[in-house]
């Protein structure tokens, strides 16, 4: 049959933007209905009557089977007009079918006069300056196709700007506008920026319309007051900054993301450390112009240091030969200072061979100086080898000592088979490098440790010589047992984690160490080497040359810190993993349901050995009604293929399909869930592994509630040695949490009828497909579950903290696109924007009104005055009053309409004169740390699902004092109390909204209908910082209480850590926390 199309309800196509648009019980008239999916999908699902037009005898006769009405006959003879002059319509549909006539403003025309006076006419059309397009149309190729944006049957086309010319001469009026999408390479065009010239791609990937591949419109016969026009999304707007701060030596990375379209972070803001040695910004990669400009306090500053290789104003152009671009600011710039800045990528990558050659001639001065450096750091490396040579020989000669000469053993006690300083060398310092790893994957050496300064007591600096990589990162560690161990200051960072791209460490590397605002300096070589896996002989001689270096208190102190920290969550595993396997296969046949659980795994290009593991993994399941689906995306590996159908082969619950063409990995995904028949699917990466107990805990999950359909375990990852770290002990069902990050990751089951409602995996969300699907499967969810075990190994490089530059764009774009499409789906208004922590993104309800908000202070009123004033200088939000007792009204008398004297004795009195909608309760000791706090607070509260929220407090020092009370038996804890301002916390726990459960009384937002409905007189008390709120929303007005970053307070009284500090009761003994996980480490 003629374009018998696949229909997807998927609002990111034009059909689903359609449908989505038809309201229930609605009349429909639909011209070119083709296998009629649509037509039948509106009769069924929607309850409408549809009528059709359509040319095709054979189509018509098929949809005329459920069509309410119709007519064969050619659109543009328009007998149709004269067959439904006596009908009108609500909705008229020309799905992709304009583009086919000769003339659609005609067809329009015609249309408008069978429309409703209050109906919609909508429209889908492709878009014919797409990129795919326009890049084939550069090279002279224009290649009409069978379907797609240059299917051949087209007659017209239309911009943006020709559309509205049409509309406005048929009295048609925009309603809503919208675009799908689709990113060059990845649609029936085959054509890459790489086909056009460098010097006009990156003008060509900043087009705003270069990624639009349809138009959708929704037009009316009446002018719409707020139509809703959105802005097209090009997946190339998003741009990423990297801001190195060195801070007492240390290094940390913000990353910074804008968009250069909508100008969204173009200008941001920036408080400086007073402890800030060096600020060094790298806006992009490769070659470009940038315009870029610093400010503090509205005067211009210039970076100290920059490898652009010219400058104008503004303008700075940079060839990126040798390094990325950057700019350099120093402590004496901008320490403790506000520094704004401005960026726009004006070109990047688009220099040819010889003006990159000509640019870069007036850059070798820099190059020298460079060389000198290198010249200079192993001339400094060479003169330790020379030490280390005496050394060696030394122990070589004590060795012999009490070895046979000889013997093959002898040189285990050579010096260079390990890592710990030499006292007698280096008394000043105290450094260990505990291992020496290399990631394949990413081409990445790390080399991790700790050490400080002896006499200072502060953390090393760190260097890696130039020629062992010309790319480093030194991300500080904090390591409380070097901490503990040494005596040392309790908040500072000495361990360090050091990466090193485009580096394979094979047997030695050199590192430079230097003590902070000294001269002093020393070159270290160290040799891969892995204790643990050593022969205990060679163990024993190890450590006894240790000894005789360092001596054996050092030795043991030492031994004994690297063994605390690696047997943490080594013991926590064997304290916590303790299965009898023969008891739980006992359990299993006695299990209600035995489901078959489908594990669908895509494949591409992994280490063979890798894959060995993934899959083993699953044949070491206590569970064993399981069947494997893997897909392997067309790997050019050879020995892939081989391997899948060796164990396909052996193993009949193993299933395999192989690609001809490479996708993606949604794509994959997709085909390994065609191969599935279970009735629960889970998914899987092809290089990580199952825990042996996963689908045992899932299945007994589904025995305990046969309604989860989505089920989701904690998770840990391994190091390329097979080690397991650190554990991610998620939260129980959040779903606030989740509109923030995708925190559910690894291991997911679904219910099939989940991927039947819902589909697979969506390529369009590439990057961030995962997340997509979690929000859609939990939506359509008739229960969440968590189950806290760690099911799922992820195998990453050990503690990588560092900011990967090569990150795709795309990805973060992709995710905020499927929350924006998520909360559309739900009906709820809001904008989705990204923050500055990769991969998090923040949720701004969208408002019409501001209602009235009453503000009532708790404490002891010791400084009202100061409270009043504070509140009326740092709160745009202006609909608001302010509660005080009239006996205050002396101290501080103001006209100011937001204050309200009102006779009261204690603040839960000033709750029966509020006139507000809703009530926030506010300690008097804090002080709003953002103008836009109130509205903040407002954002998730006035959600219907809300029943309270609060915000978060810091101390003066910009510490974490208070960001939501946990509560793990026998103990209620404030959670990332002492961390930074900045820290993200325990995985996004301080710096994205949440539902808790506990939260103390000092900035709480609630109406004042559910507060009146509680017991409020014992919560309104003057002790706010030890009241603690909470379980009465679940239990009494059954709403979620919501904790937000982004109304954030500063606490200003004294020792304010005595003041947030909680005591065991017993009350607390009946509560169970909904949200925590029982697992923790400390």
């Known amino acids: 049959m003629k374009y018998d199309f696949e229909m997807t309800v998927d609002e990111q196509s034009s059909v689903g933007k359609i449908v989505r648009q038809i309201k229930e019980n609605s009349t429909v008239l639909e011209f070119g209905p083709g296998n009629g999916r649509m037509t039948n999908y509106l009769i069924t699902e929607k309850k409408c009557q549809v009528s059709i037009v359509e040319f095709d005898e054979e189509l018509y006769n098929f949809v005329m089977q459920f069509a309410t009405d119709g007519f064969l006959g050619n659109i543009e003879e328009y007998k149709w007009v004269e067959y439904f002059k006596n009908t009108s319509f609500d909705y008229i549909v020309f799905a992709d079918v304009l583009e086919h006539l000769v003339d659609p403003i005609m067809a329009l025309k015609a249309a408008k006069t069978v429309l409703n006076p209050d109906g919609q006419i909508l429209i889908s059309f492709p878009n014919l300056a797409h990129n795919s397009a326009l890049i084939g149309l550069f090279n002279n190729q224009l290649e009409w196709k069978e379907f797609g944006l240059l299917d051949h049957t087209h007659n017209t086309f239309y911009t943006q700007a020709g559309f509205e010319k049409v509309f406005q001469s048929l009295d048609l009026h925009i309603a809503i506008e919208e675009f799908t999408y689709s990113q060059v390479g990845q649609n029936e065009i085959q054509t890459a920026y790489e086909d056009l010239p460098e010097k006009i791609r990156y003008a060509f990937k900043m087009r705003p319309f270069g990624e639009v591949y349809q138009y959708f419109y929704a037009l009316t016969k009446s002018p719409v007051e707020m139509p809703k026009r959105m802005q097209p999304i090009n997946s190339h707007f998003v741009k ?226 130039l020629f062992e990589g010309l790319v480093s990162l030194v991300s500080p560690i904090y390591r409380k047992d070097v901490n503990e161990m040494f005596g040392l200051p309790e908040k500072e960072k000495y361990g360090f984690m050091i990466e090193i791209e485009q580096k394979q460490i094979e047997k030695v590397v050199g590192l430079l160490v230097s003590i902070p605002d000294t001269t002093t300096q020393y070159a270290f070589k160290f040799q891969r080497h892995n204790l643990d896996n050593t ?97 392997d995306d067309a790997s050019p590996k050879a020995e892939i293929r081989p391997l899948i159908e060796r164990y396909v082969h052996e193993d009949a619950r193993i299933k395999a399909v192989f690609r001809e063409q490479n996708g993606h990995i949604s794509e994959a995904t997709n085909s390994a869930i065609e191969l599935a028949t279970g009735e629960y699917i889970g998914f899987m990466d092809n290089d990580d592994e199952l825990a042996p107990q996963a689908l045992y805990e899932v299945v007994k999950a589904i025995n305990e509630d046969s309604e989860y359909e989505f089920i989701y375990t904690d998770e840990d990852k391994l190091n390329l040695a097979g080690k397991r770290f650190d554990p991610f002990f998620k939260p129980n069902w959040n779903p606030t949490l989740l509109l923030g990050h995708n925190y559910i990751t690894h291991f997911v089951v679904v219910k099939r009828n989940i991927l039947d409602k819902i589909g697979g995996l969506r390529s369009e969300f590439n990057g961030s497909q995962d997340y997509d699907f979690v929000l859609r499967a939990t939506q359509a969810a008739k229960k969440v579950h968590h189950i806290p075990v760690i099911c799922y190994h992820w195998r990453t490089v050990e503690t990588s903290v560092a900011f990967d530059p090569k990150s795709k764009e795309y990805a973060y774009v992709a995710g905020q696109r499927a929350i924006e499409e998520h909360l559309s789906q739900r009906d709820i208004p809001a904008k989705v924007t990204m923050t500055k922590h990769y991969g998090a993104y923040k949720v701004d309800y969208l408002y019409q009104e501001e209602p009235l908000v009453s503000i009532i202070a708790l404490g002891e009123y010791a400084r009202v005055s100061l409270w009043i004033e504070d509140l009326l200088q740092n709160t745009y939000y202006s609909n608001i009053e302010l509660l005080v007792p009239k006996k205050f009204q002396q101290a501080f008398p103001t006209s100011d309409k937001r204050v309200s004297f009102v006779e009261a004795q204690a603040p839960f009195d000033l709750l029966e004169q509020a006139n507000g909608e809703y009530i926030v309760c506010l300690n008097e000791w804090l002080t709003p740390k953002n103008a836009d706090w109130l509205k903040e607070l407002l954002n998730p509260l006035r959600q219907e699902t809300v029943g309270a929220v609060t915000g978060k407090i810091v101390q003066k020092d910009e510490r974490v004092l208070n960001v939501g009370v946990s509560l793990r038996q026998p103990r209620v804890l404030f959670d990332d109390q002492g961390a930074t301002k900045e820290s993200i916390g325990y995985y996004f726990r301080s710096v994205l909204p949440r539902e808790i459960y506990l939260a103390t009384m000092d900035s709480l937002a609630i109406r004042k209908s559910d507060l009146e409905t509680l017991d409020y007189k014992h919560l309104l008390t003057q002790q706010p910082t030890a009241t603690l709120f909470g379980p009465e929303v679940y239990t009494t007005l059954h709403q979620k209480f919501v904790f937000t970053p982004y109304s954030l307070f500063e606490y200003i009284g004294e020792k304010p850590e005595e003041s947030y500090r909680l005591a065991w009761e017993d009350t607390f003994k009946t509560l169970h926390d909904p949200y925590q996980n029982p697992n923790a480490l400390n």
């Open 240 to 465: 990423q900054v990297q801001l190195v701060f060195t801070l007492d030596g240390k290094q940390e990375i913000h990353p910074l993301l804008y968009n250069q379209e909508t100008k969204e972070n173009q200008f941001s803001t920036h408080d400086i450390a007073a402890n800030v040695n060096e600020l060094k910004i790298v806006p992009f990669e490769g070659n470009g112009v940038m315009e870029f400009y610093a400010e503090i306090e509205g005067k211009m500053i210039r970076p100290s240091k920059t490898n652009a290789v010219w400058v104008n104003g503004k303008t700075y152009v940079f060839t990126g030969i040798d390094e990325n671009p950057y700019f350099v600011f120093t402590h004496d710039q901008i320490a403790g200072k506000t520094l704004s800045f401005y960026f726009n990528l004006v070109d990047q990558n688009s220099f040819s061979s010889l003006e990159t050659q000509v640019l870069d001639y007036a850059h070798q001065q820099e190059s020298v100086i460079e060389r000198l450096k290198e010249t200079h750091a192993k001339e400094l490396l060479a003169l330790e080898n020379e030490k280390e040579e005496l050394l060696t020989k030394t122990a070589q000669v004590l060795s012999r000592t009490s070895v046979k000469q000889g013997s093959e053993k002898w040189r285990m006690a050579e010096l260079k088979h390990y890592h710990l300083y030499q006292d007698s060398l280096f008394p000043d310092v105290k450094l260990m490098v505990e291992t020496i790893e290399n990631d394949p994957d990413r081409n990445v050496a790390i080399i991790k440790g700790w050490g400080f300064a002896v006499a200072q007591q502060t953390p090393l600096i760190y260097q890696v010589p």
């Open 535 to 631: 022969p205990w002989a060679k163990k024993a001689r190890y450590l006894l040359g240790a000894v005789r270096q360092q001596g054996l208190r050092n030795v043991l102190r030492n031994r004994k810190l690297r063994l605390e920290q690696a047997d943490q969550y080594d013991k926590w595993i064997k304290e916590n993993e303790q299965y009898d396997v023969a008891k739980v296969k006992q359990e299993i046949k006695h299990f209600g349901m035995t489901p078959k659980i489908s594990l669908v795994v895509p494949v591409y290009n992994v280490e063979e050995k890798w894959l060995r593991a993934c899959i083993d993994s699953l044949k070491n399941q206590y569970y064993d009604n399981w069947e494997l689906c893997l897909a």
